[in-house]
């Protein structure tokens, strides 16, 4: 489980990219993810991501969410996985989505939380396993 706590970027196109990795480095493809973001009643986006399990925000720089993503290993023995989140930012906005990644090469080592532009300024992410 990865939680997020009041984070905040430096931009406005602040989406989440988190990406898997094994002994061999992180994998950048084979991940077949969507998210939608709802801001106010009626505005929604939906994004699709093949280089990791994408967190869509339409919120704006200085803007916080806080929530989580769930990772859960399918398959073991072909170390398939899948995701879902749901996050809430401190206007009036949400975010869900889930997808699915491909075999890794091997057991799960690494998790990189990234962006797709800007920096983290604020907050707190922390990792549960189990």
Known sequence: IIMFFGVSTNSTADHKLI???DSGGIET????????????ASSQAAYDS????????????????????????????????????????????????GGSKASLDSVLTQIKIGLVEGA??????NIMYQ
């Open 19 to 21: 990406q898997l990795g």
């Open 29 to 40: 493809s084979g991940y077949l993810s969507t998210s939608v973001a709802h801001e106010g």
């Open 50 to 97: 093949s280089a990791g399990f994408f967190m869509y925000d339409k919120s704006g720089a200085g803007e916080v969410l806080s929530g989580h993503m769930f990772l859960t290993l399918q398959d073991s023995t072909n170390h398939t996985w899948i995701s879902s989140h749901t996050v809430k930012n401190d206007g009036n906005g949400t975010s869900v989505g």
């Open 120 to 125: 983290f300024d604020a907050g707190v992410i």
